[in-house]
């Protein structure tokens, strides 16, 4: 077989699907919700798990996965650098089916972050970097850990805690009509800042929901596509990024811009071989309401010191220039503790025509992915048209 | 005995828990390219040199960012906020530590407070942590 390129459209997302139910779903264990998942999106595709030959998966084992759905795979990914591990694995598969390695790729994620049915027990190491330089300062919870940087960040553009609240109440209207958002209440900045207090300067309705569900994807060639009964409906990857920095935020080479959301954006632009002013609709991994604010400026959408106002004059909003987390993203929509699935799943349904807001006529989606606390990123640019 | 998670030492940073419990903050130096840094490795994470040395250094600091954390994790048996910081050492690496000796009010804590190490028992470890300096 001959060797393609990755990017550039030669490999499509056939199959993309979120769990029948996510939010609260007590009845489902974590490898369940994979499953479930799994088997819509491989039915979405066309295809049954007979036919699928590679696997990939984070935190969960891919042979855990792949026994569950009767799947033999001759490929497999287990790459775990936290919620945007699924973003890593698109990029991943599509080197192994551009190389031959696999025809078709399924990526699955689950988990029950709300309930935690099934779900692993979480024990603290105090031999590792964080267990001997953070975990003993209470910097344990994202709450008190993925939040650090963020004064400095608003201190070095001379923006304030009401900034991270525009990004809620910008985020929240488009949660409002959509039934799967967890939070659905529309909000005023005020209200927003008067929220209860969890680790100043974040309220609230500045963190992420937390919640049970699961998502998957199917990749297949472009070449394959055309042959399967969604062909009509896939979506090519255009380009890819990752990056890692290291796993104690206090380590960040900067704190008031992450380098590895540069570097991973930068290479997937640079791959996808297409510019900001291409970009449609952006997906922003929004854990906490700080990060759709590094990510606008490290991506390179806004200049320095202007994501601030970028959300607060309402360019992120419905009818905006560049519509961002399109279903209230994880601060409204859904967030199971690694969100980087559904924010592939949005993009999905924004470039398939079927969202629940849907951005008319766009062609292109840029999704940006952070792992762990500051540990890492991952970007993807995506299109419903082959170049 | 204080409450909270206990930091174990491995043989990597052993020296550097050696010298919070005789009341020293020691970090390491690059000897090669004359760097101080932080978390504790036994070669230079900038130029990869195995001429790595400790040293005690002033326990000088600023404060580089910071929450105030009203939601305190359960080992800590406590509803007290607690004030999680990231700090700049005068001698360039930084580090998570908490700020004591302070009320957790943010018009107390503006980011380049000028700040001193102090160091408080946990278990059998003595842990890092930063009062404002005296002007």
């Given at each position: 077989m001959a060797m393609m390129s990755p990017n550039g459209g030669h490999i499509a997302i056939v199959g993309a699907s979120e769990s029948s139910r996510i939010g609260?779903?007590?009845?489902?264990s974590m490898i369940q919700l994979h499953a479930d998942a799994a088997r819509l999106a491989l039915e979405d595709a066309g295809?049954?798990?007979?036919?699928?030959d590679g696997i990939a998966t984070a935190e969960t084992q891919v042979i855990e996965v792949a026994a569950m759905l009767g799947i033999r795979p001759r490929w497999m990914d287990g790459t775990t650098i936290g919620g945007c591990s699924f973003l890593a694995h698109v990029r991943h598969a599509a080197a192994a089916i551009a190389t031959g390695q696999a025809d078709v790729v399924l990526i699955t994620h689950g988990e029950s972050g709300r309930s935690w049915v099934g779900m692993p027990n979480y024990s603290m190491n105090p031999r590792g970097p964080d267990g001997q330089f953070e975990q003993p300062f209470g910097a344990i919870t994202p709450y008190s850990l993925?939040?650090?940087p963020a004064l400095a960040f608003l201190e070095a553009r001379g923006m304030s805690q009401r900034d991270l609240a525009e990004v809620v109440v910008a985020q929240r209207e488009w949660a409002?009509?959509?039934?799967?958002?967890?939070r659905r209440s529309a909000v005023t900045v005020d209200e927003v800042l008067a929220g209860p207090r969890v680790a100043y300067p974040f309220t609230r309705d500045m963190c992420c929901v937390v919640t049970d569900g699961g998502g998957a994807l199917v990749l297949v060639s472009a070449e394959r596509a055309r042959d399967l009964p969604s062909r009509d409906r896939a979506v090519y990857l255009l380009g890819s990024g990752e990056a890692c920095e290291s796993v104690l935020v206090s380590q960040m080479d900067d704190l008031t811009s992450f380098g590895s959301f540069r570097r991973a954006s930068a290479e997937a632009f640079a791959t996808a071989g297409v510019g900001h002013a291409d970009i449609d609709h952006a997906m922003f991994y929004d854990a906490f309401a700080h990060l759709p604010l590094y990510m606008l400026e490290d991506t390179g959408f806004v200049s320095f010191g202007e994501s601030g106002g970028f959300f607060a004059d309402g360019h992120t909003r419905p009818g905006g220039r560049l519509p961002v987390?399109?279903?209230?993203?994880?601060?409204?929509y859904s967030h199971s503790g690694m969100y980087g699935m559904f924010a592939i799943q949005e993009s999905m349904r924004q470039l398939r025509g079927e969202a629940v807001v849907q951005v008319p006529g766009i062609e292109t989606s840029f999704v940006q992915g952070v792992g762990g606390l500051f540990w890492s990123a991952a970007s993807l640019i995506l299109s419903n048209r082959q170049p | 005995m204080s409450i909270g998670p206990i930091p174990e030492p491995t043989p990597e940073t052993l020296a550097f828990w050696q010298g919070t419990a005789a009341g020293e903050l020691r970090i390491q130096r690059c000897r090669a390219c004359e760097n101080f840094y932080f978390y504790p490795r036994p070669f230079c994470p900038k130029c990869n040199s195995d001429e790595v040395e400790w040293q005690p250094v002033s326990g000088k600091a600023q404060l580089a960012s910071y929450i105030i954390n009203y939601r305190p994790y359960e080992d800590f048996q406590t509803e007290e906020p607690q004030i999680i910081a990231l700090v700049t050492l005068a001698e360039g690496p930084r580090m998570c530590t908490n700020i004591v000796g302070v009320a957790p009010d943010p018009d107390q804590l503006p980011l380049g407070l000028a700040l001193q190490v102090a160091f408080e028992p946990r278990g059998e470890q003595f842990l890092p942590v930063f009062k404002p300096a005296r002007s």
């Open positions: 609260v779903v007590p009845d489902m295809l049954t798990p007979a036919d699928v993925f939040t650090l409002i009509p959509n039934e799967r958002a967890q987390n399109t279903q209230g993203g994880g601060m409204s | -």
